[in-house]
């Protein structure tokens, strides 16, 4: 069992930046796929940033420009820098990682954009 714990949200006004982290219990240098999803109320969870393979990575067309995902082998984290955040942007943001074949997530942390 991997644990997955996301850190780094709260709230932020128009226009500003949020850069999530992703802590693994377990080394995710090779846990592809992985990356970071959201889920805003009444709305089904989206992919927002991934790494689907190794040298490839994919963002929503509403992030791209805005959203950089990191995987930061030397702390073993994955990071999600967001910038010029707007009110769609709030959701609950989940770090999903796959080792050894399962599928891992975390609990998630609410990303609230509000003036």
């Known amino acids: 069992q991997v644990q997955l714990v996301e850190s780094g949200g709260g709230l932020v006004q128009p226009g500003g930046s949020r850069t999530l982290a992703c802590t693994p219990s377990a080394p995710i240098d090779n846990a592809y796929p992985m990356g970071w999803y959201r889920q805003a109320p009444g709305k089904e969870r989206e992919r927002v940033a991934t790494f689907p393979s190794v040298g490839f990575t994919h963002y929503a067309d509403s992030v791209k420009g805005r959203f950089t995902i990191i995987l930061r082998t030397a702390d073993n984290r994955l990071y999600l820098q967001m910038t010029n955040l707007q009110p769609e942007d709030t959701a609950v943001y989940y770090c999903?990682?796959?080792?050894?074949?399962?599928?891992?997530w975390g609990q998630g942390t609410q990303v609230t954009v509000s003036s």
């Open positions: 999903q990682a796959t080792v050894l074949g399962g599928h891992y």
